[in-house]
């Protein structure tokens, strides 16, 4: 098992945007990805309403984990994703508009 602890980087935490970001990356991965508050029960990274449910907030540690030859990789990938200011990103795309 693969596992990295990820601080979330968007600003109002991962509510609906973030999260639609989050979990559609995750959809794309060649192996299944959980995520969980520390000490908590981890979720399946694809569901939407579960990412959700985790109500994180801004600076909010997260542990991603994942089995398999391309763990490594999908982790690595949505730990670089969660870590970004999203809504922010948001923002400067649009006034580059």
Known sequence: MYQRTVSVGSRSGLHARPASLFVQAAMRQPVPVTVAREGSAPVDARSMLSVLALAAQHGDALVLS???E???????????LLSQDLDHQDLDSKDRA
């Open 70 to 80: 391309s763990a490594p990789d999908a982790v690595e990938e949505l730990a670089s």
């Open 66 to 68: 994942a089995v398999g």
